[in-house]
């Protein structure tokens, strides 16, 4: 990719050199001898080869921004790029890259940088971002700079391209056994037999015996009655489902709070609550589905698996807490057989759903999550 702008900048080192060029220059003029002139000379050359060799390296450089992945509150996000010297003899040393316009929830933590970059060579580097901030974040461009050989002159490349980065919520780690506690508990998502045959325990039914059945699963006391052999069925064990409501019907400034808490900090408390808790179900085995009450957000069937998990956490991510908000919503019936877990940013509502459920609040997270020193990530 070609860049779209370059510029020359003094920088601190640069600009003191420059100020004691013009003292020298003085001096000589007032004071004419060989000495000054000399030193006027050599201080005056050095400025020039560093504006030019720093310019003409990176003149044949092309630079390319990977697509960066998702990203995470609370875990650093590693930007790739890639540098291509297309000069036929002029190498390229002391390469740095930055992000311009960093968005208020993108902070650098690291610089990318390379050292050398030959002559028809590519190379890559990293530099590391730490996201503070849930949402969509766009990068809008990056510069290639150098101040080689002297770093008097620092030269840059800017390059225009527009980059989107989803910062999915935090997971903190939780209890372990906050799940096997209420999703194992009865409240209709326990371990249950499905419709399916499969390897379970429970029975299912009996067919006619085929080559290749178990003995042991043979029924012995109907053969008693036929001179037909037949094999007991097993139904399918099905894991823990779990189906986490989201209750954003509240307007920001209309929830519930104490003097001194922040209303939007809560919301996103209860955000990382649910992206808590759908993580832990994921670790676990258990199935899970996710639904937001409030907003125009789809609600996630029951599933399991890392893609699974990736798409819940990317509708997370994806919530604008801006949006109108919808105070008449409720949990609709369904058919489907699942512990239901409530998350709250204020204050438990429970004509939100059935009765039979369970309830957190925003500020519950600090008492379900384990302590640091036990804690790790999600």
């Known amino acids: 990719m070609h860049a779209s702008r370059r510029r020359t900048n003094f920088g601190s080192v640069g600009f003191v050199y420059c100020v004691a060029v013009v003292v020298v220059a003085l001096a000589s003029v007032n004071r004419p001898n060989n000495l000054l002139v000399w030193i006027f000379a050599a201080m005056l050359v050095a400025l020039l080869v560093s ?108 390059f225009e391209r527009p980059s989107d980065v989803l910062v999915e919520p935090e997971v903190v780690p939780l209890l372990p056994t906050l799940l096997a506690r209420v999703a194992r508990g009865g409240l209709m998502g326990g371990v249950r037999a499905s419709v399916e045959v499969g390897g379970g325990e429970d029975f299912f039914g009996v067919r006619e015996y085929r080559s290749g059945d178990s003995v042991r699963n043979i029924a012995w006391k109907r053969l008693a009655g036929t001179d037909q052999l037949a094999t007991i069925e097993r139904s399918r064990a099905v894991p823990p489902r779990v189906r986490v ?25 209860a955000i990382t609550l649910a992206a808590s808790l759908m993580a832990l179900a994921d670790r676990q085995g258990d199935e899970f589905g ?21 798409k819940v956490l990317a509708a997370l991510a994806a919530i604008d807490l801006d949006q109108p908000r919808d105070a008449s919503a409720s949990l609709r019936d369904s058919a489907e057989r699942a512990t239901i877990l409530f998350v709250h940013p204020d204050r438990a509502d429970t004509t939100v759903a059935p009765s039979v459920g369970w309830n957190f609040t925003a500020s519950q997270l600090a008492t379900l999550r384990l302590p640091l020193e036990r804690g790790g990530n999600a």
């Open 290 to 310: 996710l639904t937001v009450l409030g907003l125009e957000v789809a609600a996630i069937p029951l599933r399991r698996g890392h893609f699974h998990r990736a």
């Open 51 to 158: 504006g030019v060799v720093s310019g003409a390296m990176l003149l044949r450089l092309r630079a390319h921004r990977i697509e960066p992945r998702r990203a995470r509150v609370g875990e650093l996000l590693v930007i790739r790029y890639t540098l291509e010297n297309t000069a036929r003899f002029m190498p390229a040393f002391d390469l740095h890259v930055e992000e311009r316009g960093l968005p208020l929830g993108l902070v650098a933590a690291g610089e990318a940088w390379v050292l050398h970059c030959g002559p028809g060579d590519t190379v890559h580097a990293e530099a590391v971002l730490r996201p503070s901030r849930r949402g969509l974040h766009r990068l809008p461009s990056f510069e290639v700079w150098s101040s080689f050989p002297f770093g008097l002159l620092r030269k840059r490349l800017i």
């Open 245 to 269: 409501v989201l209750d954003l019907r509240r307007a920001t400034d209309a929830l519930r709070v104490t003097g001194g808490v922040d209303p939007r900090t809560l919301e996103e408390d």
